[in-house]
Each structure stands twice: as C-alpha cells, then as structure tokens.
C-alpha cells in the first residue's frame, strides 16, 4: 500500500479551504491547510514533506498566491503546484511552469484529477 500523497491547500476562505480539504481528504490525499501565505511558509519550513500546493492567488497578507508560487518554487522546486481564483484569469506565464490553473467555482474531481496527474510525472 502506498503512502497518501501530500497537498497543502492554501486559501484564505473558511468555508472554501475547507469543502476542498475534506473532499481531498475523502479521495485519499494528506492534507495540510493554511489561510495564508505565511502560513503555509511556515507549515513547510517544518519540513513535512508536501508534495502538491494548492493555492488561491487572491489572499491578504505579506504575499498574494502568484507570489506564494513564486517562493515555493524557488526554496522547494519539488512541490508541485496548482493555483486557482475567483478573480481573475490567470495566465499559465504568470505562474510556474507546469502549474495548472482552475477558475473558481471549481469541480472538485477535476481538482483531485490534476493533483494526481501533476504528481505522477
């Protein structure tokens, strides 16, 4: 049997983080929660071993979710990462290479679809 793969959810919504939290939960991810970018610094300087950030892009605080992709893919380039906004398009040049974006709302599916398919290349 193999090991949940790791997702930090970063989204700075209660009511959101937490529906996308326990769906990923229920399809058999671990998974971390922050509701901002400090705190998911924080959560992965702890060196838990995330394997995928999904992350909204509007958030208050020290830094937005482009920024946030930004740091993680500078100190942890393994992390996969997936961003999405209720806001606004995001061009795929804006962030990471390789980083999915999903309008909001959302399918959840099609969440947990992309965080396996990211995680399996």
């Known amino acids: 049997m193999s090991l949940p793969l790791a997702v930090l959810v970063v989204e700075d919504e209660p009511l959101i983080r937490n529906d996308i ?3 990923l ?3 058999g991810f671990l998974v ?3 509701s901002n970018a400090d705190e998911a610094i924080a959560i992965l300087e702890t060196g838990v071993v995330i394997e995928a950030m999904f992350t909204d ?3 208050p605080g020290s830094m937005d ?3 946030l992709s930004a740091a ?4 942890w380039p393994p992390i996969k990462i997936v961003a999405t906004s209720g806001h606004r398009v995001v061009a795929a040049a804006d962030l990471p290479e390789g980083s999915p974006f999903f309008g909001k709302p959302y399918d959840h599916a099609a969440v947990a679809a992309c965080l396996r398919g990211v995680l399996s290349l």
């Open 21 to 23: 939290a326990d769906f």
């Open 25 to 27: 939960r229920s399809e």
């Open 32 to 34: 971390f929660e922050a």
């Open 57 to 59: 892009i509007d958030m």
């Open 65 to 67: 979710g482009l920024r």
């Open 72 to 75: 993680v893919r500078d100190r």
